[in-house]
């Protein structure tokens, strides 16, 4: 895998876009990434891992979003990647989740975080996904690692390598199992010893039930439980058969008080039936004795019910005649109320109306017939009359569409009246108007003359207000930059200040330490020990420090890394001083020499001339339309004016052609209407005539049906009478009765009937005259025996349900204890071989003689290919001195767990032979040792990975460490790593590698964000 460009975009500590040439840097095969601390060197490398995983290793990627805090709020973060791998050359952009300002209003929104893949096609590039699931699935198989693997391999981070050399086992397989994937066996131990510890609660559960199920058998037979489990088996099926035994026994003693309860209760009821019978008896013989009393009462029933029903056929002809009587009234009261409203009619005789209507009625026989004094032709007579006035109403009915011609005829002229009035009153104001018109078109058109002179200036005051707002911003800044040049200049004395004040306190500490160097060394010295200097055992006159003491390494490292510091800033403070100078010096020229005062009221004024000009040009506007408008009305109204003078001449023709219809029709209508008000008042009143004599007609006519009906009547009701053989009416009244009184006389006289048959058939029944005969029983000697007999048998009863439950219940225990007792067995068998797993898997078994942890022993092999890798690397670094070793061994710092050891590791000094521990090794030491173990490491993660070449590495700090010589060393076994075109960057702010490598990229801080600079 190699890597060609990154481009990196609002990104950790660079504000704007920074491109990364790697074929540049890695021309050469070795090259320098350096710069101050916090610049943004590990910036780079993490650009590198959220470009192909979507995310920044370690804990910086769990803390917030990595766009840059120094980019403007709305620049979109972006990282972008070109690499090759595999044969394949790729292309992958990224986007962060981000909070963007809102487009609209205030506010932020989030954006979630986007990638695009490319794959390069011989002449173009082709987009394989969009979806970030699908791009970590395509780096994944491209590549073949996990982004731990990743940065343990392709970054080489000295630091966790160094805590990987120290570390205790259990840490060290922690690094292991994250590298090489192996999690699933340390899962595997989890899983064997998480088994024997369910299984250990699947035997103790099953013991439990065992004791529970004996407990109760204990309870249930009176016995105590054996503590052997191979006991509870016997000791159950004992009590078991005991107590069935007992059971049995009982049962045939129950069954003899049983049957004596039931000959008992059999007795007792056999006398209180024969008790009931002669009850019975003497009680039907009373009852037949009362029914014989009221044998007179049941006689008179028939009677009053055969009277009803001869008086049934005689009550309809007597209501019919009532009937027609009723109706004969009735129509006596009609003819006499429409008599009377024709009698006032004209051609219609009133004197014979009246004459009839006091004779109506002449005698009243016995019988109330009547007998009749009308006049013959009187119907005929009011049937004359009222067809007079139906020809009549034909006549006028023709009329009708005259008047309605008429009616219609005066509304028209009217409303030609009402339009004639409003023709003429229109008519005059548009005269009015033709006449103002013209005056008010002439005055429009000067104004627009003068509007049109004025909107012109529009284009020239808006190029002199522009000119006049630079003027006025410049002069705005020139102010502002003045302030900030003084505030500058102050900063920037402070910072030579302090970079002099650093620089001498850093000179004075390195000639301290100079001059007390012999000191500094007899420090060192200790009896019997040789001298570093003169390698003597005997120190008789060590040099001893001045009154101010010795100065350390480390005191003169801080003092120069202080001075180092203030320089920087005394830098960056003359910097920003000659930018703010160059900047006012720029505004005062652009403000052309204005003041802000000035130029603010150059604006203004520049405001006010646009202002007016823009009125202006809005004014014209108007202006135009208002002219077209007063033109249009012109027109319009000398228009309007022509059509009014026609219209009013037509309407004028129209009314007097309508006044000479409407007098024709007003004295045809005027001849016919006669004494009326008018044709409908005559229509009407003629028609109302016509229905008061058709209804004094009809009266007539149904007073005589009325007459001959009565007459008839009156015979059919005295021929019922007769056939009925009632003397009157009065006699037939009262023997009548209504279905209700009828059903309740049949119902008492059923009831009696029911009730003596019942009689009749007890006193007939055999048993009960049987009953009679028999001796007569003792029933309180009955109960008391019957109850005796109940009390022993339910005694017997349950004393024998006692037992037999008893017996069942040991049964069922019994059962159910053998059922737990073989349950149990298969659980005890898989715990024992689940305890031996998992022990053996754990380290703690007697049979794992190392004790050492499954998941150690497989990583056992790969930290021995590990060890073999960096051996290659470190013998060449130490000069052969020191070597690696694997061992089963416990570190110093692995504990006193009997499985804390499987994964240790020591160094062999072959100048003195001995194994010594990795945590004894100097700072230096420490440093290439664990350099070699990250090669090593690499190199066997990426053969487990599937081979993919790593073509393009990096190593993060760490040089400071080392002596010149070893760092020559070191830096020739990472030459070496160049074979096969690789290319290996360091990334270091240590000064003396900028010397020895000469192709470099150079992070640089500022205030306002990074940047990166290309060298060599």
């Not at 790729?90 to 205030?106: A, D, F, L, T």
């Amino acid at each position: 895998m190699r890597l060609h460009t990154l481009t990196m975009t609002a990104f950790g500590p660079f504000a704007g876009t920074e491109t990364v040439d790697f074929d540049r840097l890695g021309g050469g095969g070795l090259f320098l990434i350096h710069g101050p601390t916090g610049a943004g060197k590990t910036s780079v490398l993490d650009a590198v891992c959220f470009a192909l995983y979507g995310d920044v290793p370690g804990a910086r990627g769990k803390d917030r979003s990595p766009r840059s805090d120094h980019a403007a709020p709305g620049v979109r973060p972006e990282v972008s990647l070109e690499f090759t791998v595999r044969g394949r050359r790729v292309r992958i952009e990224r986007n962060p989740r981000w909070e963007r300002p809102k487009k609209r209003g205030s506010g932020t929104l989030t954006e979630n975080q986007k990638v695009r893949v490319f794959d390069w096609r011989g002449d173009r590039w082709e987009g394989v996904t969009t979806r970030p699931d699908e791009a970590g699935q395509f780096v994944g198989d491209l590549v073949g690692l996990t982004i731990t693997q990743f940065c343990q391999i392709v970054m080489l981070p000295q630091g966790d390598f160094a805590r990987f050399l120290r570390a205790k086992s259990d840490d060290r397989r922690k690094s292991l199992e994250r590298i090489f994937n192996t999690r699933v066996f340390r899962d595997v131990e989890e899983w064997f010893g998480g088994h024997a510890r369910k299984l250990e609660r699947e035997v103790r559960a099953a013991d439990e039930r065992v004791r529970a199920v004996s407990g109760r058998i204990a309870e249930v037979g009176g016995s105590t439980a054996p503590q052997a489990p191979e006991e509870l088996t016997a000791w159950a099926a004992e009590l078991a058969s005991v107590q069935a035994a007992t059971a049995r026994d009982a049962e045939e003693v129950t069954a003899e008080f049983t049957r004596a309860r039931d000959r008992a209760r059999e007795a007792l009821a056999t006398g209180r039936e024969l008790l009931s019978r002669r009850e019975r008896l003497a009680a039907a013989r009373e009852r037949r004795a009362q029914l014989a009393e009221r044998r007179a009462w049941r006689t008179g029933i028939d009677t009053r019910l055969a009277a009803a029903e001869r008086a049934d056929t005689v009550l309809p002809s007597l209501r019919a005649r009532d009937h027609r009587r009723a109706e004969l009234d009735k129509a006596e009261l009609a003819v006499t109320d429409r008599l009377a409203l024709a009698s006032g009619l004209a051609d219609v005789d009133a004197a014979g109306l009246t004459h009839v209507d006091a004779t109506g009625l002449a005698n009243v026989d016995a019988a109330g017939l009547t007998e009749q004094g009308d006049h013959p032709d009187l119907p005929a007579t009011l049937r004359s009359a009222e067809r007079s006035r139906h020809d009549e109403l034909a006549r006028l009915d023709h009329l009708r569409g005259d008047a309605e011609r008429r009616r219609s005829l005066h509304r028209d002229l009217a409303a030609l009246d009402r339009r004639i009035a409003a023709v003429r009153t229109e008519a005059d104001r548009a005269r009015e108007r033709v006449t103002a018109l013209p005056a008010r078109v002439g005055t429009i058109t000067e104004e627009l003359r003068r509007a049109q002179e004025q909107s012109g200036l529009t284009d020239p005051a808006k190029a002199a207000l522009d000119l006049a707002e630079r003027r006025r911003s410049a002069a705005q800044e020139h102010r502002r930059l003045g302030g900030e040049v003084e505030r500058a200049e102050e900063e920037r004395r402070r910072a030579v200040d302090t970079a002099q004040t650093a620089r001498d306190r850093s000179q004075d500490l390195r000639e301290r330490r100079i001059a007390h160097m012999a000191a500094e060394l007899a420090a060192d010295l200790a009896d019997g020990a040789p001298c570093a200097v003169c390698g003597s055992t005997e120190h008789p006159s060590p040099a001893a420090p001045s009154a101010r003491g010795l100065v350390s390494a480390e005191e003169e490292r801080a003092a120069q890394q202080a001075a180092d510091t203030a320089a920087a800033r005394r830098t960056e403070a003359e910097n920003t001083l000659v930018a703010l100078r160059e900047r006012h010096t720029a505004a005062a020229e652009r403000a052309e020499g204005r003041t802000v005062e000035a130029a603010a009221e150059e604006v203004a004024a520049r405001e006010q001339e646009l202002t007016e000009a823009r009125a202006a040009a809005r004014e014209l506007h108007r202006l135009e339309e208002e002219l077209a408008q007063a033109t249009a009305d012109l027109e319009r109204a000398r228009q309007r004016e022509g059509e009014l003078v026609r219209e009013e001449s037509e309407l004028t023709a129209r009314r007097e052609e309508g006044a000479r219809e409407h007098e024709r029709l007003t004295a045809l209508l005027d001849r016919a209407r006669g004494e009326d008000a008018g044709l409908a008042e005559r229509i009407a009143r003629l028609r109302g005539e016509a229905e008061v004599l058709r209804d004094a007609a009809d009266a007539v006519e149904l007073r005589g049906r009325a007459a001959e009906e009565l007459r008839t009547a009156v015979t059919e009701a005295a021929r019922s009478l007769t056939e009925a053989r009632f003397e009157d009416e009065a006699e037939v009244v009262a023997a009548a009765l209504d279905e209700r009184g009828r059903a309740d006389l049949r119902a008492r006289a059923r009831d009696f009937d029911d009730q003596w048959a019942a009689v009749e058939a007890r006193l007939a029944d055999p048993d009960l005259t049987a009953a009679e005969l028999a001796p007569a029983p003792d029933p309180v000697a009955l109960e008391e025996s019957a109850r005796t007999a109940d009390r022993a048998a339910d005694q017997a009863v349950a004393w024998q349900g006692m037992l037999t439950d008893r017996a069942r219940r040991l049964a069922d225990l019994r059962v159910e204890l053998d059922g737990q007792l073989s349950g149990s067995e298969p659980v005890l068998r898989r715990y024992a071989v689940a305890q031996g797993l998992s022990t053996l898997a754990a380290g703690t078994s007697p049979d794992n003689t190392d004790s050492v942890r499954l998941s150690a022993y497989v990583l056992a092999a790969r930290l021995e290919q590990v060890v073999e890798a960096a051996n290659h690397r470190l013998l060449t670094m130490s000069d052969g001195r020191y070597e690696l070793r694997y061992t089963v061994d416990k570190a110093a710092g692995d504990g006193r767990a009997r499985s804390a050891g499987g994964l240790g590791m020591r160094v062999v000094d072959a100048w003195t032979g001995v194994e010594r521990d990795p945590a004894t090794l100097s700072g230096g030491e420490t440093f290439f040792s664990s350099l070699a173990l990250a090669l090593g490491l690499g190199d066997v993660a990426t053969a487990e990975a599937g081979g993919t070449e790593i073509d393009t590495l990096f190593v993060d700090e760490g040089f400071g460490t080392l002596d010149e010589d070893t760092l020559e060393e070191v830096l020739d076994v990472l030459d070496r790593l160049r074979d096969g075109g690789r290319a290996v960057g360091v990334v270091s702010h240590v000064a003396d590698l900028r010397q020895r490598v000469t192709t470099r990229l150079r992070v640089v801080k500022a205030a306002g964000g990074s940047r990166l600079e290309h060298h060599g």
